[in-house]
């Protein structure tokens, strides 16, 4: 249950993303100037069935078979923070919470173990959260039927249904959650929320927003009278302000009847009420939003331009963000290309649209940059986007923007059976609140082959020189709080506008390397032996070099291949004076490209395809991942061969990246939660030397020469390397490709190990506090650690384990005690280079409280280990477990991972992989056996941290 500002991009950019085929010259002028002069609807997607009920509640409900046998239901609320009076701000979002506390038929907590019970995890499949302009609750919910023959999706209509007008409001209860809201809260405090507190009333002057933030006021969350809660939720929970959205692997028909006989059970409305919308006012001067930090550890300067909210609702509206993406990535291009120079005047740049609230959107073009370089950053900045204006941008540039988004709809379109339920019932959140169209994947592929290219390169100027109107401008500017910090006034900001205009900036010159990816493809080599793992359905090749790959065809994804090498090494290989260059050796080599390109000219090269690979080196292994549609997979593969291959060295790129990291250091101590990590990690680790953060001492001593040469040693011999390839493909069809690009990699004599760096967390008990930050907050972490027994069922023990722990420590912190927002517990196992396992409790609180918190946790686990779970906690580890499983199991990226992890464990056969008998394991008796072999307190690591200055 979160917050938020709806500072999100807007809808628009996520409905285009997608190519075309190119329509006839002539028909394309004719339909384009007919959307000028007469601008045609854009028709919403007949797949949807919707209405409106009598009451006023409308209805958005779409059979969609991703994931299968999973339903996403959403209760759309459009009242939020906004419309709170001053004696109830925070309290649109303490009724979220409150809707899970309780309903007619759900008391208390009974709510949240139904959904659990039936494997719906909180937070994952059970959310909601409020923003300034409305409040969303969202569930994922089975469709199937349970062993008793229960309906999960019905009970989760009829959830909605209670939330919608029978929440409880139990004083008790509200009592207990202003202690959940007032923590979460204190968690989001910290430099960016004292930022935020600066310059949102800049951003919003003169506008209710300014002083209606969701999370609250907690002097007026700790005080309002109940009857304030009662009077909102009767207010403002209105059918007429009211959606439900239902979109999943179901029969339409039926789940729209259930939503009309449910939710037409909703009384009507016996009053009018005109829900109020708050603008955000327009201002002629430039506004100036200067902020610092003591804690901040990045600085950043950017210019927003505050405009009318984007609207999607006709063909004009289509082109028009089209247009707007294509300037605007134009731009971004540029400004990564200067961030890889070697006096580059910032960190990293970027420009784009967001919506701000309902009222306000606003094109930002931001940088981060060196603690002392505003100036320099901001002029850096507003000069590329002058430059623009000007001069435009070049034929080359738009055509290769222009093939990237048609590759974008092209590919959109190939998934538009695969579509997530979860991103569907999104847009129909949308539609309802801002009124935006959902158009079909046929109307987006068909309007993007008549937009994209007859876009021109008029059109995209005029965005360039629109977005630099002084109207509506805000400059903002962050930095950290210090001496040597000085952040330029008002005045130095103005008069760098000025300079910007009156300079002679000259046109951007294009740049391109006219060559092949690979200019001499290697010789193939062969597949020598071949099996297949009939239980996963993976096929094995053994290949000439000695390498293993394995294939796994998949249908979830009609335009995914994805791609993973691993070989044992990593930087446990290195010295411990080589171990910084080592540890960052891939980032720094992947900066200087590939081949006869440098990263500009490879993103230039690769302009109009869908393929990447990205290598990492690791502590003890080396790997590469990558992707590919499916027409580009040589392309993938040609990118893999040349990272083996033919690294590029780029001493600019190596310099800027280089400039990055010392700026990333720089200031990270002046953050808490940095020092209560390093203290975490130091503990944990005994503090060996190269478990610890880099400081800006060991970055400066860094070299290209070395870093290419620990890269180069660890990716020489292909041959030593297991690769998996998982998606849409066919095997038969892979076999050349697998052949000439991973069977001609070099084989070298011997093979490769990892080093044991003997890196291990103390025995005993051990806690220690850290006193950093100024705010009334603190985190705790509890690690219990020891020697593991690697198996899949132990793996399984473990994970419900930890399952059952932290519903009992949510239920007592949270729910009992209103001590947290959130806490959690991982467990976590490794079979090399020992076979370990470790156990972590983490939540925030009150520092008051935190003793008080740390012994309730210790009265769990006791407990557990005394007498065992009940019923119903292993009912929902299992269920959640399951319900997991069913899901991942149609996800090539969990596939990836689970065949990658099989091969460096050196497994032949992982058919647990599949096997749903695994969680047989988990019982009573193994929950309680499993507490008292592995939560043993006998080594306990804790760290608290709290504010520098104790409370009093």
Do not use: C
């Not at 247009?323 to 990564?336: H, K, S, T």
């Not at 200031?667 to 680790?685: I, K």
């Not at 460096?904 to 009573?924: L, M, Q, S, Y």
Request: charged share 25%.
């Amino acid at each position: 249950m979160t917050v938020a500002s709806r500072m999100a991009a807007s809808v628009v950019l996520t409905l285009l993303a997608a190519p075309l085929v190119a329509a006839p010259a002539a028909a394309q002028a004719t339909a384009v100037s007919a959307t000028r002069t007469e601008p045609r609807p854009l028709p919403i997607t007949d797949e949807v069935r919707m209405g409106e009920l009598e009451n006023g509640l409308r209805y958005y409900v779409q059979a969609n078979a991703r994931p299968e046998a999973r339903a996403e239901l959403r209760l759309v609320v459009n009242a939020g923070s906004v419309l709170e009076t001053d004696a109830q701000r925070g309290i649109a979002h303490l009724l979220e919470h409150m809707a899970f506390n309780g309903t007619e038929s759900f008391q208390k907590q009974e709510l949240v173990d139904y959904l659990e019970s039936i494997g719906m995890a909180f937070g994952p499949s059970i959310n909601a959260y409020t923003s300034f302009d409305e409040t969303v609750y969202m569930l994922r919910v089975p469709t199937d039927e349970t062993e008793d023959g229960e309906r999960p999706l019905e009970t989760g209509l009829q959830i909605m249904e209670e939330w919608a007008h029978k929440v409880t409001l139990d004083p008790e209860e509200v009592d207990k959650e202003r202690g959940v809201v007032i923590e979460e809260w204190r968690l989001g405090r910290g430099a960016q929320a004292r930022i935020s507190e600066q310059q949102l009333p800049v951003f919003f002057a003169g506008s209710r927003y300014a002083d209606r933030l969701p999370i609250g006021d907690p002097a007026v969350l700790q005080g309002f009278p109940q009857e304030e809660i009662e009077a909102f939720y009767e207010t403002w929970y209105r059918p007429d302000l009211m959606a439900v959205v239902a979109v999943g692997d179901f029969d339409a028909a039926e789940v729209e009847a259930l939503i009309r006989e449910r939710f037409s059970a909703i009384p009507v409305p016996t009053t009018p009420l005109d829900r109020p919308y708050y603008g955000v006012p327009s201002h002629d001067d430039t506004y100036f939003a200067i902020a610092t930090d003591p804690e901040l550890t990045q600085s950043q300067v950017a210019i927003l331009s505050m405009q009318d909210p984007d609207t999607l609702d006709t063909m004009v509206d289509l082109r028009d963000s089209m247009i707007e993406q294509l300037a605007n990535r134009m731009l971004n291009n540029r400004l990564a290309e200067i961030s890889q120079r070697a006096d580059a005047p910032f960190l990293f740049a970027s420009t784009g649209r967001s919506g701000f609230v309902r009222t306000a959107s606003a094109w930002q073009l931001g940088a981060a940059i060196d603690e002392n370089g505003h100036l320099e950053g901001f002029s850096a900045i507003l000069t590329e986007a002058e430059r623009a204006a000007r001069h435009g941008f070049t034929a080359g540039e738009l055509e290769r923007e222009k093939a990237d988004m048609l590759r974008g709809f092209e590919r959109a379109y190939a998934e538009r059976e695969n579509r997530p339920s979860g991103g569907i019932a999104g847009a129909w959140v949308n539609h309802f609140l801002q009124g935006d169209v959902v158009p079909s994947p046929q109307t987006q592929w068909d309007a993007a082959q008549l937009i994209i290219p007859s876009v021109t390169l008029e059109q995209v100027n005029a965005v360039a020189r629109e977005n630099l109107s002084p109207a509506n401008r805000i400059i903002s500017a962050t930095g950290t709080a210090k001496p040597e910090v000085d952040l330029p006034s008002e005045a130095e900001f103005a008069a760098a506008i000025e300079t910007v205009a009156a300079s002679d900036v000259a046109p951007y010159e294009d740049a391109v390397v006219d060559a092949p990816l690979v200019a001499s493809p290697p010789e193939p080599g062969s597949i020598v032996a071949e099996r297949e793992i009939a239980s996963i359905g993976v096929t094995e090749w053994t290949l000439s070099n000695g390498a293993t790959v394995w294939l796994k065809p998949t249908d979830f994804q009609d335009d995914q291949i994805l791609f993973s090498a691993t070989s044992p090494g990593g930087w446990s290989l290195s010295t411990d004076d080589e171990h910084l260059t080592a540890s960052n050796a891939a980032t720094f080599v992947s900066a200087g490209g590939l081949g006869a390109f440098s990263q500009v000219d490879l993103q230039k090269a690769l302009a109009g395809t869908s393929a990447g690979v990205s290598p990492s080196i690791g502590e003890l292994r080396e790997r590469m991942a990558g992707s590919a549609a499916v027409a580009d997979i040589e392309t993938m593969f040609q990118l893999a061969w040349l990272s083996f291959t033919e690294p590029r060295a780029d001493a600019d790129a190596f310099a800027a990246l280089k400039a990055q990291l010392e700026a990333f250091v720089a200031n990270r101590d002046a953050a808490p939660a940095t020092a209560f990590a390093d203290t975490v990690t130091g503990t944990l680790t005994q503090y060996a030397p190269r478990a610890m953060p880099p400081t800006a001492e060991g970055i400066a001593g860094i070299e290209l020469d070395d870093a290419m040469a620990f890269y180069r040693e660890r990716f020489a011999d292909g041959g030593d390397f297991d690769f998996v390839l998982v998606g849409a493909f066919d095997v038969a069809e892979m076999r050349p490709l697998v052949e000439r690009w991973l069977a001609s990699l070099p084989d070298v004599e011997g093979e490769e190990q990892w080093r044991d760096l003997d890196i291990d967390p103390p025995t005993g008990r051990i806690e220690k506090t850290v006193r950093k930050g100024v705010e009334p907050q603190s985190q705790t972490v509890m690690i219990t650690h020891g020697v593991f027994e690697d198996g899949v069922e132990n793996r399984v023990r473990l994970g419900a384990l930890a399952s059952v722990l932290q519903t009992r420590l949510r239920e007592r912190l949270r729910e009992d005690l209103g001590g947290t927002y959130s806490v959690s517990v991982n467990g976590s196992s490794v079979a090399i280079p020992d076979e370990t396992y470790q156990v972590s409790v983490i939540f925030g609180a009150d520092p008051e409280r935190v003793d008080e918190l740390k012994a309730a946790v210790l009265d769990e686990i006791e407990a557990l280990k005394a007498d065992g779970p009940t019923a119903l906690d292993v009912e929902k580890a299992v269920e959640g477990a399951r319900r997991a499983l069913e899901t991942s199991l149609e996800q090539n990226a969990w596939w990836m991972g689970q065949l990658r992890f099989a091969l460096e464990a050196g497994t032949a056969d992982p058919a647990h992989i599949v096997d749903f008998g695994r969680f047989d394991v988990i019982t009573a008796d193994n929950v309680r056996s499993d507490a008292n072999r592995w939560l043993g307190l006998d080594n306990l690591i804790v760290v608290t941290l709290l504010p520098e200055t104790p409370a009093g």
